[in-house]
């Protein structure tokens, strides 16, 4: 039933997040169709915003955008304006004016997807065996070595690692590809430079949920009990040591599969990264909405799977 | 409670904090983490006002190589690298103060009250973390910004005429601030919820204690290493996000610079035609160098605070 | 202190089965990514192009009407066409879908011959008549075309793009169909850049039935009725466009390359760097070459500077004091060393500036701005000598205008755009320089502005700034199209500066036949602009940039008007030879 309810709760908290974005991008300065050249007579320009209904009240806008605009046609009936979120359109975009909104996030998204999510086994697969074993071997220099490892990887910014990278793996070894999207050889680099960021990160909050649950109560007792070290850490340890890498998941996914401005912007990849950055900055208003809803469903839900699993992973942790 | 496998054994009529503070001091890599973040500190306050060049004059002698006029080399302004990174410096200690100022402070009351409080309390407060995490960061500067600079900016200069640049600076601490603290609470929540049906937390409510004695005397000693950590993350993220924010020109004013702009600006040296190494490699080493001590630091720290070595 | 926990929960045997539970959870999440991976980038491989390249920003649209930006520019003459079209090597205007024009004795009607047998890329024939649906689909201000300024110079084009009456009574187009293959151009005035006009995109022939079908997304709907060289196959946003040789172009048979991939980027690095493996054979503009390698790349054979029409400028607030007063505006002009700032900060070989309109055009020879003798100086000693000279007349007028030595002078900022691709560095690099020499020569100190571009253009347009940032790139090889900028309600002015002497000046070019008389005119004009009044303060003149190998690539030539038709454009069959026995290594690496 909790869950249930959870689920129900998404729809209002996602329309909560799509207001506010409507209008906060709205309340931005400039507009859309701001250039560096006028339009050649205002004319023009009033053209413009009326195809696109700027010229209407913000309330008005934001019944059109919701699909509940209900409008006279020529012939004097009432008649519901096309488009609209009931009907699952967010419009086409204002600075790409062939393109809809759905069509660029449809385009760019399996891209982001793929690139997300090995850059997330990634960093799961780095990380966590490089936290827990830095906490298990806390004391000798394999333990040190193994956190100035992770603290490294977390204060190299993407825009120097990446580059790095392809500077020596792309140029000077000419092991990889030095941009643009298309087989697997191309997707190394970008996962590398997404993924090391994040385990690095993982592997700190790895290193500390071990430390901590080896300290705990009941790994004493099983340790007590005889049980091997081995399998103290792996059966017993580990499911409490990755609750803060859990907890961190949910935000990580959801940063992870909508792109990364930085990685697609080095490597030039058409992913949907760069849009909502782009998007805010050229006051796309339908584009920066649109990514904003995409962007709250997988946060919530991602979030909403982390909750659950810390029931999992710890029996104590309920919902009530 | 005593335990074989801890060694320093201290003595039993030191206070908590003393001891605290004992653990910390025989911790090596910690304290001269410590000093080593110290020193950094002092030089970024002294070296800008030591230096013989300021930090945005600029010279005729453009890109020269580290020399003993210029010790780290000049930039394309000819301005000396070393004041300017340490001016930097500075600047982005403040932005990483204040975001883990923030982080610590309305994050962890943040997530340690959901978690602990459970049921519609914990849901509702999430939701709101849900509700901000998602909203775009940059379109909430761009807003705050040119709503509301002018405004302060015309009030700050009844106070002094250079006050122009500080109206950006409190904008961008906010700004910063605002998305800085909520990871932060999640991770603390989720711990929370483990801690909350531990048996000490139960003993001490059968006992009687009030749910803040609870939360400050019991749950926070046990999330604290999981907040020191996660607050050794947020530095880093918080400066390089500046660097972000300045790159559009949401961020601080030049010729001001700040560690995250200076790095940023360097990447562009790592290219297979031309490296002016210096460029990056001094404010790069001085971040990391910095990262560095402030993660042993934290983990000094996280020991000391331990209550379980208590 | 602690309590045991006697039942501690790892001991249970549920343990065993969560284990289980995430171990094969971690299998089929792993099973699951192998599965995207191989759909993702299984569908991607394809024939490479005969042609790949790089067009900086992703287009905003390809409707040759309502495009504005150079990237979208480039892929529009692609793919439509009008009367004439541009030589490769001038940038001027050569008889595209016209194949011979006459104009009347007062140069202001023109006959356009269209060629026999011109069709779109779906086999329609084109006839005068698409012509003139075309030019008067443009002008409507309902198709939103924001360049429909173009057609102003065309016999009431500006009276109908400011419509506002209704379709009743409002005047039609100078354009009409003589018979199916002559078409008749009527103009306000004579222009002698008219031909060059008739090349823009905005005045491409576009397919009547497909645009009346489809409306204003018509050019989403495939197969897209092309009137140029190429056609249109695929377009991913922020990837690749690929265009294909349009069978049914009267020239095809002189189009070398079949296939083109246009990329979209905005990174400067990664630009170079795709060159360098050979992944691009062309870099057509300089936005995606690092400013900060400019001057390096410019020593290699593959990397091409040339000149074009675009000026890099500063403009004042005159409605603002002290800004108003035009010694003010001179003083602080006088002083900026723009030789210090080409050779410094912008590298890649811009002349200084000293007047708005670039030098190279036809039988103008541009005015003399403030600051000239720096700039013609052949000597240091001569150019230090004349710079001093200028600092001493600027305290001079700046203590006329009541600040001597600077002193209440007040706190004035410099707003510029930051953000988006590698020339914005260079605003504030330039910002920079300027605060420097303004504060040693004349003791006033100004702020830096810096503020993301959307914010940049509105504070700009409601003047609400003190000094900015500005530039601007000539559409034709004429000086009004920099000097028309600057008439007092233009919306381009943006400084506050009305002038109805340079108004009138303009006027009166415009309607004077007599060549020599109408430059002598915007001579006049220009040199009141930036000798006189200095609502501006112009910095220098653009250079542009190609990267392409010369033994690889040919069809390349620098121009002034920065056309550069991808119709001309070819590997050189050597360099395919090659290209094809590497197979997919990575080529020439110099």
């Given at each position: 039933m ?8 998404l729809?209002?908290l ?5 207001t506010?974005a409507?209008?906060l991008?709205r309340?931005?300065p400039?507009?859309p169709?701001?250039k560096?050249?006028?339009?050649s ?8 915003k ?10 008005s806008?934001y ?7 209900w ?11 096309e488009?609209?979120?009931i ?7 204002l600075k ?14 399996p891209?982001?997807l793929?690139l997300?999510?090995?850059a997330f086994g ?5 990380g966590?065996?490089?936290?827990v074993?830095g906490?298990?071997?806390?004391r ?7 956190a100035?490892?992770?603290?490294a990887?977390v ?6 690692i990446g ?7 792309g140029?000077?070894l000419g092991?990889?590809p030095?941009?643009l999207?298309g087989?697997?050889?191309?997707a ?13 990160r ?7 949920g ?6 705990s ?5 099983a340790?007590a009990?005889g049980?091997?070290?081995f399998?103290v ?6 499911r409490?040591?990755i609750?803060?890498?859990v907890?961190y998941?949910?935000?990580m996914l959801a940063d992870?599969l909508?792109?990364s401005?930085?990685v697609?912007?080095?490597f ?8 909502l ?13 649109g ?7 997988l946060l919530?839900?991602?979030?909403l799977?982390v ?6 992973l ?7 | 409670m005593s335990d074989?496998?801890?060694e320093?054994i201290?003595s ?13 001091l ?5 304290t ?5 973040l110290?020193?950094?500190?002092v ?5 800008p006002?030591?230096?013989p060049?300021?930090?945005?004059e600029g010279s ?7 020399s003993?006029?210029h010790?780290?080399?000049t930039?394309?302004?000819g301005?000396?690298?070393?004041t300017?990174?340490f ?8 932005v990483?103060?204040v ?5 610590l ?6 997530g340690?009250v ?6 519609r309390?914990?849901g ?5 973390v849900?509700?901000l995490y998602?909203?775009?960061?940059i379109v909430f500067?761009i ?6 600079e002018?405004h302060l900016r015309?009030?700050l200069?009844?106070?002094s ?11 961008l601490?906010?700004?910063?601030g605002?998305?800085s603290?909520?990871t932060m609470a999640r991770i ?10 531990r ?9 009687g204690?009030?749910?803040a004695?609870?939360?400050f ?5 046990n999330?604290a290493?999981?907040v ?6 947020t530095?880093?993220?918080?400066i ?9 020109g949401?961020g601080?004013q ?7 702009t200076?790095?940023?600006?360097g990447?562009?040296q790592?290219?297979?035609i031309?490296t002016y ?5 001094f404010?790069g080493g001085?971040?990391?160098?910095a990262l560095l001590?402030?993660?042993l630091l ?7 605070l331990?209550p379980r070595?208590? | 202190?602690?309590?045991v926990s006697p039942n501690?929960p790892g001991?249970s ?5 969560v284990s289980?539970?995430?171990?094969s959870?971690a ?7 192998a ?6 980038t299984g ?5 490479p192009?005969d ?6 920003s992703e ?6 009407h309502?495009l ?7 892929i529009?003459?692609?793919l439509?066409e009008?009367?004439?079209?541009f030589?490769?090597e ?6 595209g ?13 023109y006959?356009?011959h269209?060629?026999?047998k011109?069709a ?15 030019w008067?689909?443009a002008?409507?201000p ?5 360049y429909?300024?173009?057609y ?6 500006r009276a109908?793009?400011?419509?506002t ?6 005047p039609?187009l100078g354009?009409?169909?003589v018979d199916?293959r002559?078409v ?6 004579p ?11 905005i ?9 009346e079908r ?5 050019v989403?709907?495939?197969p897209?009725?092309?009137s140029g060289?190429?056609?249109l196959?695929?377009?991913?946003p922020n ?6 040789k349009?069978?049914?172009y ?10 083109i991939?246009v990329l979209s ?8 760097n ?11 503009d300089k936005?995606?070459?690092?400013t900060?390698l400019?001057?390096?790349l ?6 091409h ?24 505006r001179?003083a602080?002009?006088l002083?900026?060393d723009?030789?210090r ?7 890649m070989?811009?002349?200084p500036a000293?007047a708005?309109?670039p030098p190279g ?17 052949r000597?240091?000693a001569?150019?230090?000598a004349?710079?001093?000279a200028?600092?001493?007349?600027a305290?001079?007028?700046l203590a006329?205008?009541g600040?001597p030595?600077?002193r209440g ?7 510029f755009n930051?953000?988006g691709g ?11 320089e ?17 503020v993301?571009?959307?914010t940049?253009l509105m504070?700009?347009?409601?003047r609400?700034?003190?000094i ?9 090889s004429?000086?009004t199209?920099f000097?028309?900028?600057?008439q007092?309600d233009n919306?381009?002015n ?9 108004d ?5 070019a ?6 020599r ?9 220009e040199?009141?602009?930036?000798r006189?009044e ?12 190609f990267?392409?190998?010369p033994?690889?690539v040919?069809?390349i ?5 920065d056309?550069h038709p991808f119709s ?8 395919l ?11 020439t690496?110099k």
């Amino acid at each position: 039933m909790a869950i249930l309810r959870r689920i129900l709760v998404l729809i209002p908290l996602t329309w909560l997040i799509v207001t506010l974005a409507f209008f906060l991008v709205r309340v931005a300065p400039g507009g859309p169709f701001d250039k560096e050249r006028k339009s050649s007579s205002p004319q023009v320009e009033a053209a413009i915003k009326r195809k696109y209904h700027l010229d209407e009240s913000l309330g008005s806008q934001y019944l059109r955008f919701l699909g509940l605009k209900w409008e006279r046609t020529e012939n004097g009936t009432l008649q519901r304006a096309e488009g609209g979120l009931i009907a699952g359109d967010f419009g086409l975009s204002l600075k790409y004016r062939n393109h809809s909104v759905s069509d660029i996030i449809l385009q760019g998204l399996p891209v982001s997807l793929i690139l997300g999510w090995l850059a997330f086994g990634f960093a799961l697969g780095i990380g966590v065996p490089l936290g827990v074993f830095g906490a298990v071997r806390a004391r000798g220099w394999v333990g040190g070595a193994s956190a100035i490892v992770a603290i490294a990887m977390v204060c190299v910014p993407g825009f120097v690692i990446g580059p790095a990278l392809v500077l020596v793996a792309g140029l000077k070894l000419g092991w990889f590809p030095v941009g643009l999207w298309g087989g697997p050889m191309h997707a190394v680099l970008p996962m590398v430079t997404l993924g090391l960021y994040f385990s690095g990160r993982v592997a700190r909050l790895a290193r500390e949920g071990m430390m901590q649950a080896l300290q705990s109560e009941f790994i004493r007792t099983a340790r007590a009990k005889g049980v091997s070290e081995f399998s103290v850490v792996v059966r017993h340890a580990f499911r409490l040591a990755i609750m803060p890498v859990v907890s961190y998941s949910g935000p990580m996914l959801a940063d992870l599969l909508t792109g990364s401005f930085v990685v697609e912007n080095i490597f030039q990849i058409p992913g949907i990264g760069v849009f909502l950055v782009n998007a805010s900055l050229s006051r796309d208003y339908p584009m920066v909405v649109g990514l904003v809803l995409l962007y709250a469903v997988l946060l919530l839900v991602l979030n909403l799977i982390v909750d659950l699993a810390y029931g999992v992973l710890d029996p104590r942790v309920s919902h009530e | 409670m005593s335990d074989s496998n801890q060694e320093p054994i201290v003595s039993p009529r030191l206070s908590p904090g003393a001891r605290a503070w004992r653990r910390f001091l025989d911790n090596r890599p910690a304290t001269a983490a410590a000093t080593f973040l110290l020193l950094l500190v002092v030089l970024s306050l002294a070296v800008p006002v030591l230096s013989p060049h300021a930090s945005a004059e600029g010279s005729d002698a453009q890109f020269a190589s580290p020399s003993f006029s210029h010790w780290w080399g000049t930039d394309i302004h000819g301005r000396d690298v070393m004041t300017r990174v340490f001016a930097g410096a500075r600047l982005s200690f403040l932005v990483g103060a204040v975001g883990a100022g923030v982080s610590l402070v309305i994050g962890v009351c943040w997530g340690m009250v959901a978690g602990y409080a459970g049921g519609r309390l914990d849901g509702a407060m999430m939701r709101f973390v849900d509700v901000l995490y998602s909203l775009p960061s940059i379109v909430f500067v761009i807003v705050l910004i040119t709503t509301l600079e002018d405004h302060l900016r015309g009030f700050l200069s009844h106070l002094s005429p250079q006050a122009g640049g500080v109206a950006r600076m409190v904008f961008l601490f906010f700004g910063l601030g605002a998305v800085s603290w909520l990871t932060m609470a999640r991770i603390v929540r989720g711990q929370v919820l483990s801690l909350r049906t531990r048996p000490f937390v139960l003993a001490s409510r059968a006992l009687g204690a009030g749910h803040a004695r609870i939360l400050f005397r019991h749950i926070l000693p046990n999330v604290a290493g999981v907040v020191i950590v996660y607050l050794t993350l947020t530095v880093p993220g918080i400066i390089l996000y500046e660097s972000f924010l300045s790159y559009l020109g949401l961020g601080i004013q030049p010729p001001q610079a700040s560690l995250g702009t200076l790095i940023a600006e360097g990447a562009a040296q790592i290219n297979p035609i031309r490296t002016y190494w210096w460029l990056i490699a001094f404010p790069g080493g001085v971040l990391a160098s910095a990262l560095l001590a402030l993660n042993l630091l934290g983990d000094g720290l996280r020991d000391a605070l331990d209550p379980r070595l208590g | 202190m602690l309590l045991v926990s006697p039942n501690a929960p790892g001991t249970s045997p549920g343990a065993f089965c969560v284990s289980r539970a995430t171990a094969s959870a971690a299998l089929a999440l792993t099973f699951l990514l192998a599965l995207v991976f191989v759909v993702g980038t299984g569908c991607t491989p394809r024939k490479p192009a005969d042609l790949v390249i790089h067009n900086t920003s992703e287009p905003e649209t390809i409707d040759p009407h309502v495009l504005t930006g150079q990237p979208d520019g480039r892929i529009g003459s692609a793919l439509f066409e009008g009367l004439t079209r541009f030589n490769p090597e001038t940038g001027r205007a050569i008889p595209g879908l016209a194949e011979r024009w006459e104009v009347s004795a007062d140069g202001r009607v023109y006959t356009f011959h269209l060629r026999p047998k011109i069709a779109f890329s779906t086999g329609e024939p084109i006839s005068a008549d698409d012509f003139v649906w075309s030019w008067n689909r443009a002008v409507d201000p309902l198709t939103a075309a924001d360049y429909a300024g173009f057609y102003f110079y065309i016999r009431n084009g500006r009276a109908i793009s400011n419509w506002t009456n209704g379709p009743a009574g409002r005047p039609t187009l100078g354009i009409r169909a003589v018979d199916p293959r002559t078409v008749e151009v009527t103009l306000e005035n004579p222009t002698p850049f008219f031909p060059d006009l008739c090349a823009m995109r905005i005045m491409t022939v576009v397919p009547r039935f497909a645009v009346e079908r489809y409306g204003d997304q018509w050019v989403r709907h495939s197969p897209l009725p092309c009137s140029g060289p190429y056609q249109l196959v695929s377009w991913r946003p922020n990837d690749r466009i690929r265009l294909k040789k349009n069978p049914l172009y009267w020239d095809a048979a002189n189009v070398p390359s079949e296939t083109i991939d246009v990329l979209s980027g905005d990174s400067p690095s990664t630009a170079l760097n795709l060159f360098l493996t050979g992944e691009i054979d062309f870099i057509v503009d300089k936005t995606v070459i690092p400013t900060d390698l400019a001057d390096t790349l410019k020593q290699r054979p593959e990397f091409h500077p040339y000149n074009y029409l675009g000026n890099y400028f500063v403009r004042f607030n005159c409605t603002r004091k002290p800004l108003d007063d035009a010694r003010v505006r001179r003083a602080l002009s006088l002083v900026i060393d723009k030789r210090r700032l080409v050779d410094r900060i912008t590298r890649m070989g811009e002349r200084p500036a000293d007047a708005l309109v670039p030098p190279g055009m036809e039988g103008y020879e541009g005015a003399r701005g403030l600051g000239r003798n720096a700039l013609d100086a052949r000597t240091p000693a001569e150019f230090d000598a004349a710079m001093a000279a200028n600092v001493v007349e600027a305290k001079r007028l700046l203590a006329e205008a009541g600040f001597p030595e600077g002193r209440g002078f007040p706190r004035l900022s410099y707003m510029f755009n930051a953000g988006g691709g590698g020339g914005a560095r260079m605003h504030e690099q330039i910002g920079i320089e300027m605060q420097a020499m303004l504060q040693r020569h004349l003791g006033i100190a100004i702020d830096m502005r810096p503020v993301e571009y959307k914010t940049y253009l509105m504070e700009m347009s409601q003047r609400n700034y003190d000094i900015c940032r500005g530039s601007w790139i000539g559409d034709y090889s004429d000086p009004t199209t920099f000097l028309d900028m600057f008439q007092s309600d233009n919306g381009n002015n943006r400084t506050g500066w009305r002038n109805a002497k340079y108004d009138t000046l303009l006027e009166r070019a415009a309607a004077t036949p007599d060549t020599r008389e109408r430059a002598r005119l915007l001579l006049e004009a220009e040199t009141l602009l930036v000798r006189d009044e200095a609502p501006i303060m112009p910095l220098h003149y653009y250079v542009g940039m190609f990267a392409y190998d010369p033994e690889r690539v040919g069809g390349i030539y620098p121009n002034l008007t920065d056309e550069h038709p991808f119709s001309a454009i070819y590997r050189k069959p050597r360099a395919l030879k090659t290209a094809a026995a590497a197979g997919a290594a990575p080529a020439t690496r110099k």
